[in-house]
């Protein structure tokens, strides 16, 4: 398959879980991959695994002036970009009673800090050319918290509303937005988490509504998808 056959993609988190996943399947669907990521040497094998070209770029989505030099590394390797999937994520112990600060403020700096960092380098470029996508990795747990991750689920409420603002910003700019929302996902960030009896998504569901959000006509942009498991 060749749907996204000459477009750049640019993902964050991409060493595992979802982030690796989505990088995959656009490989696959023909995109060129920038792998955004703290383990380098994981990305680096990740990139060995591809079907179509990949620029591997180390960089910590907390700290600004590393997705600065992010973004400039991939136009000079590339070219230009099309496609930005902000999947850098952490869960961590987000109950409000166990009052640990520490991971709060993790939670915070990379599920929100770090989508907007992106955002910040990226959306200039695409705005430019009047073109591209920007996928926001949220969750069910943004609109539907449990009383074990209040934290987590507020960092993902925040990316709803900045993409659906931004839905309204981009709007006859060419630049399109959507926000997947997965449940359960069995990836290493749910490892030890029990979910009962209920099955588990898999990486690859989520990669799928990526690919089904961007191979949509030029004038359909689909805001929101939600996945559940069965």
Known sequence: MTKLKEKVAVVTGASSGIGEAIAKKLSQQGASIVLVGRNEQ??????????????????????????????????????????????????????????????????????IKGTLHVLQATLPYLLKQSSGHIINLASVSGFEPTKTNGVYGATKAAIHAITQSLEKELARTGVKVTSISPGMVDTPMTEGTDFGERKKLEAQNIADAVVYALTQPSHVNVNEVTIRPV
């Open 42 to 111: 994981r990305l680096n094998e990740i990139a060995q695994q591809l079907n179509t070209p990949a620029k591997v770029v180390s960089a910590d989505v907390t700290v600004k002036s590393n997705i600065d030099d992010m973004l400039k590394v991939a136009i000079d390797h590339f070219g230009h970009i099309d496609i930005v999937v902000n999947s850098a994520g952490q869960s961590l112990s987000s109950k409000i009673t166990d009052y640990n600060v520490e991971q709060w403020d993790t939670m915070v700096d990379v599920n």
